[in-house]
Nanobody, 115 residues
Framework: QVQPAESGGGLMRPGESLRLSCHAS???????MGWYRQAPGEQRDLVAS???????FYADSVKGRFTISRDNAKNMVYLEMNNLKPEDTAVYFC??????????WGRGSQVTVSP
């Protein structure tokens, strides 16, 4: 199994927007896919997930600001992040959703939100 490849992170100011992309090898269309994030010294937490049928879940901290989407034909998963806040600063990872055997974790994409 090949680890997912995340991209699109950067240094942002509060209130700005950013879109993360993730390419996961293999056929992802049968799996719920998720975006996770890990801040320094903290555990990796689920931020958002999208099922194979398109149902979505968002952590309370990002609800209304982040949007997860997927393109099964391209094996891509996206995370649109709006109104970024300093507390969104973390390394963002994509992988299969909770309840599925995870792929090997990729290197993630660093998002830093600072005035």
């Amino acid at each position: 199994q090949v680890q997912p490849a995340e991209s699109g992170g950067g240094l942002m100011r509060p209130g700005e927007s950013l879109r993360l992309s993730c390419h996961a090898s293999g056929s992802i269309f049968v799996y719920t896919m998720g975006w996770y994030r890990q801040a320094p010294g903290e555990q990796r937490d689920l931020v958002a997930s999208i099922s194979s049928s398109g149902s979505t879940f968002y952590a309370d901290s990002v609800k209304g600001r982040f949007t997860i989407s997927r393109d099964n034909a391209k094996n891509m998963v996206y995370l649109e992040m709006n109104n970024l806040k300093p507390e969104d600063t973390a390394v963002y990872f994509c992988n299969r959703g909770p309840g599925s055997v995870h792929l090997p974790w990729g290197r993630g994409s660093q998002v830093t939100v600072s005035p």
